[in-house]
C-alpha cells in the first residue's frame, strides 16, 4: 500500500488497490452469513444471531480514510468477533467522501446508533469499535452525543484511530519509515476529499482536540510503527486528564490494520481483547 502514498493519489487509484486488496484477502474463504437491512437510507449489515439483540450489540464502524470500505475484511472481522463476543455486530455502511463529505458519515452513525435505541436496544448496551477513520467517527459520535446531554454507550473501543487530521501527532514524522501503508500525504489527501472547507482543527473532525470529558469508557489499541501511534497516545492521556476511563494496548511492529488481518496471531489476541472489553464494560452497565 505505501507507494500508493508516495504521490497524492486520486480517490479513483485508492479504491482500486483497496478493493483489490480486499478481494485477494477472501480467495478461498467462504463469505460470512450477513443480514442487510435500510435505515432511512443508510444501509446497515448484520453478523452474528440477533435473537438476544437488546442484551448488547457491538456497533462497528469501519476504516477506510472516510473514502472507502472493505466489506469482506470487514464481514470476516465482524463475523469472528460476533462469534467470540456471543454478541451481534452491526456494520454501518456510512456515506462517503467525496461524494458526501464531512458531516454525511457521522450524521449517517449518529442516525444508527440513535436508531438502535428506538429499536429497544438501551444506549447501555450498546458496545462501539471503529477502525481507523471509523474510531475517528465513534468519537465524534460520543462527543456529539455528550454536547446533547444524549446517552453514552457502554463503552468503546478505538483500534488505530485518527484522532488529529491536523497531522501534527509527533508519530506522524517519527515513524514515517516504519509504517509500512502510510506516508505524511495521507492528511493533505484527507483534508482535500473529506473535510472540504471544514478546518482540520474542529473537534468533530479532530476529536483530540476537543473535550474528553463525560464520555464512556474507551480502550484504544495501536502499532507501535504506526503514523497514527501518538493519535492514541494523546488522546488517552487528555482522556484520563478529563476524568474519562481510558485504557491503551501498543502493539509491536504491526500494520495498520493488523486486527482485521486473519493470519497475524496479533490479530487473535487483539479480538480477544475486544470481547473482554465488550463483557466488561456492559456488566457494568448493567450493575
Not at 1 to 17: D, E, F, I, Y
Not at 56 to 83: E, K, Q, T, W
Not at 150 to 156: E, K, N, R, V, Y
Not at 190 to 198: A, I
Amino acid at each position: 500500500m505505501k507507494p500508493l502514498w508516495h504521490t497524492h493519489p486520486s480517490v479513483a487509484q485508492v479504491r482500486r488497490r483497496f478493493y483489490l486488496a480486499d478481494r485477494l484477502g477472501t480467495l478461498g474463504r467462504r463469505a460470512p452469513p450477513v443480514r442487510e437491512e435500510q435505515v432511512d437510507g443508510i444501509r446497515i449489515e448484520w453478523a452474528g444471531p440477533t435473537r438476544n439483540v437488546a442484551q448488547g450489540v457491538i456497533l462497528y464502524l469501519h476504516g477506510g480514510a472516510f473514502a472507502l470500505r472493505a466489506p469482506r475484511s470487514d464481514r470476516r472481522f465482524c463475523a469472528d468477533l460476533a462469534r467470540r463476543s456471543g454478541l451481534p455486530v452491526v456494520m454501518v455502511a456510512y456515506r462517503l467522501a467525496p461524494e458526501f463529505p464531512f458531516p454525511a458519515g457521522l450524521d449517517d452513525c449518529c442516525r444508527i446508533y440513535a436508531w438502535l435505541q428506538e429499536s429497544g436496544i438501551a444506549a447501555q448496551r450498546i458496545v462501539m469499535l471503529g477502525h481507523s477513520a471509523g474510531a475517528n467517527l465513534i468519537l465524534g459520535l460520543m462527543m456529539r452525543m455528550r454536547q446533547r446531554s444524549l446517552d453514552q454507550p457502554a463503552g468503546a473501543v478505538l483500534l488505530s484511530p485518527a484522532t488529529d487530521l491536523t497531522g501534527a501527532s509527533p508519530s506522524a514524522k517519527t515513524n514515517l519509515t516504519r509504517d509500512v501503508m502510510f506516508t505524511p500525504i495521507i492528511w493533505p489527501w484527507v483534508r482535500q476529499y473529506y473535510l472540504g472547507d471544514t478546518c482540520a482543527s474542529d473537534p468533530e473532525v479532530s476529536p483530540l482536540l476537543g473535550d474528553w470529558s463525560g464520555l464512556a469508557p474507551l480502550h484504544f489499541h495501536v502499532s507501535d510503527s504506526e503514523l497514527v501511534l501518538d493519535d492514541s497516545r494523546l488522546a488517552v492521556a487528555r482522556a484520563r486528564a478529563a476524568g474519562t476511563s481510558a485504557d491503551l494496548t501498543v502493539w509491536s511492529d504491526v500494520p495498520h490494520s493488523f486486527a482485521s488481518i486473519d493470519l497475524l496471531p496479533e490479530a487473535a489476541r487483539c479480538r480477544v481483547q475486544i470481547a473482554q472489553f465488550a463483557t466488561l464494560v456492559l456488566a457494568g452497565a448493567k450493575s
